[in-house]
């Protein structure tokens, strides 16, 4: 091998030492970062569910305030958003009392008569004797009166809990504080009086939730049975 030929190979390895740590792959590029990944479009932005004013939301006058960031009602009324979603991941966190019942309400197609009009993602603190004792489909995580959740999850009262509620066309994902607890298709239930695994569903549920729509407010359940119910963090990411 002549000597100019040793030079050359010699200054290419050189400059690709160079090249490497420069981050380039030798075309003028950076190299790319095998830890990132490049989607063709960006990813959907979260954004909170309600201003921190509530100016976004409609509620009774004087039932719900944030203080210091915790989002609470004074009564039994639900607080809703004032436009639809239909695809979506909701991210919460919740406080529950000794003997709350609330719930975070998706698909609402009728603010004023919400129940059978909509689909309920229970919170409740179910240590207290008087939800521990209702059928499954009433304890924390449950779509209530429909599908129990499959294991529990929540924390006692004074503890705050995460819940993370997808919510896909006909098909709702509940985790809780990190575990799936609840995986319901809409579609199968067709009945308005038993659930698919023949249990029953209560009375006030009218309507079948295979008739429901797949699109409408969202909402949260007030001071209900007496006890109070504290929110944070509440967090939406709309779904293509």
């Known amino acids: 091998m002549s000597k100019n030929i040793r030079k050359g190979m010699v200054s290419l390895a050189v400059c690709c030492v160079l090249l490497a740590a420069l981050g380039c792959d030798g075309g003028g590029e950076p190299a790319a970062d ?17 201003a921190a004013d509530l100016s976004d939301a409609v509620y009774p006058e004087g039932v719900w305030h944030f203080d210091d960031g915790i ?14 979603y239909d695809n979506f991941v909701l991210d919460l966190e919740f406080k529950t009392a000794a003997g709350t019942n609330s719930g975070a309400i998706v698909y609402c197609s009728d603010i004023q008569n919400w129940i059978p009009n909509s689909l309920e993602i229970q919170i409740a603190d179910d240590f207290a004797e008087q939800w521990a004792s209702q059928p499954a489909t009433w304890h924390c995580g449950a779509i209530f009166g429909h599908l129990a959740p499959t294991k529990s999850m929540v924390k006692p009262a004074g503890e705050w809990n995460r819940f993370v509620i997808t919510c896909r066309d006909h098909n709702i994902t509940v985790v809780l504080n990190g575990e799936t607890v609840t995986e319901l298709d809409m579609s199968l239930w067709t009945s308005a009086k038993t659930n698919p695994d023949g249990s029953e569903i209560p009375p006030w549920l009218s309507k079948p939730l ?27 990411k709309e779904l293509e």
């Not at 989002?71 to 639809?84: G, K, P, S, V, Y």
């Not at 909402?219 to 967090?235: D, E």
Request: aromatic share 8%; no cysteine.
């Open 71 to 84: 989002l609470t009602a004074d009564e039994d009324q639900a607080i809703w958003t004032q436009r639809d």
């Open 210 to 236: 295979a008739e429901l729509p797949t699109r409408g407010r969202i909402g949260l359940q007030g001071k209900h049975a007496g006890a109070p119910i504290y929110f944070r963090n509440l967090k939406i």
């Open 34 to 50: 095998p830890g990132q990944t490049r989607a063709d479009t960006p990813e959907p932005e979260w954004a909170d569910l309600f």
